[in-house]
């Protein structure tokens, strides 16, 4: 697994952050049965950084908490079966190490810091929700519908929880 995190603000995470990143990460991969090893992206930015790409790419000119930019369309939620085409093969995996590319998230640093406060946890178990959340995204997950959205955040808390990670 490659995760690839980057930051465009100057304010630095801590070590154990990032490790609790990676965690979920895996622990998400593992849970959904994803059959590959995969890359993802992280990148770290402020408010005005996430609204000029929410702008750009969902037309709100407004900041939010996370953005997820999936390599990969599912039918159905982590069914990684679209998988096995040759254009699927071409597409969706990196040529150099073979890894599934699963896609962006884009975390305001600036959003963390204030959802933490407001939630009353910590930064670090903020990150990790924002993460979880995105990576049910970059699987094909998503909370339109209330089924859905409901699914969708029984898969986070149960990850989050099992890991140790919880508001308190």
Same mark, same amino acid.
């Given at each position: 697994?490659?995760?690839?995190?980057?930051?465009?603000?100057?304010?630095?995470?801590? !070590?154990?952050?990032?490790? =609790?990143?990676?965690?979920?990460?895996?622990?998400?991969?593992?849970?959904?049965?994803?059959?590959?090893?995969?890359?993802?992206?992280?990148?770290?930015? =402020?408010?005005?950084?996430?609204?000029?790409?929410?702008?750009?790419?969902?037309? /709100?000119?407004?900041?939010?908490?996370?953005?997820?930019?999936?390599?990969?369309?599912?039918?159905?939620?982590? =069914?990684?079966?679209?998988?096995?085409?040759?254009?699927?093969? +071409?597409?969706?995996?990196?040529?150099?190490?073979?890894?599934? /590319?699963?896609?962006?998230?884009?975390?305001?640093?600036?959003?963390?810091?204030?959802?933490?406060?407001?939630?009353?946890?910590?930064?670090?178990?903020?990150?990790?929700? /924002?993460?979880?959340?995105?990576?049910?995204?970059?699987?094909?997950?998503?909370?339109?519908?209330?089924?859905?959205?409901?699914?969708? !955040?029984?898969?986070?808390? =149960? +990850?989050?929880?099992?890991?140790?990670?919880?508001?308190?």
């Amino acid at each position: 697994m490659t995760v690839l995190m980057e930051q465009d603000v100057d304010s630095e995470l801590p !070590e154990q952050y990032r490790e =609790d990143m990676e965690t979920v990460i895996r622990e998400i991969l593992q849970t959904e049965m994803c059959p590959y090893e995969c890359e993802v992206n992280i990148t770290f930015t =402020d408010d005005e950084g996430i609204r000029e790409i929410n702008r750009e790419f969902r037309e /709100l000119n407004v900041p939010t908490d996370v953005l997820s930019f999936p390599m990969t369309d599912y039918e159905n939620p982590a =069914d990684f079966s679209c998988l096995e085409t040759d254009e699927a093969k +071409i597409s969706c995996f990196n040529p150099e190490t073979g890894e599934l /590319l699963l896609g962006d998230i884009i975390i305001s640093l600036d959003r963390v810091q204030e959802q933490a406060r407001e939630y009353c946890h910590s930064e670090q178990r903020e990150i990790c929700f /924002l993460v979880a959340h995105s990576m049910l995204h970059l699987l094909g997950y998503d909370h339109i519908e209330d089924e859905e959205r409901l699914r969708m !955040e029984k898969k986070q808390s =149960d +990850i989050l929880e099992s890991l140790g990670i919880t508001r308190n």
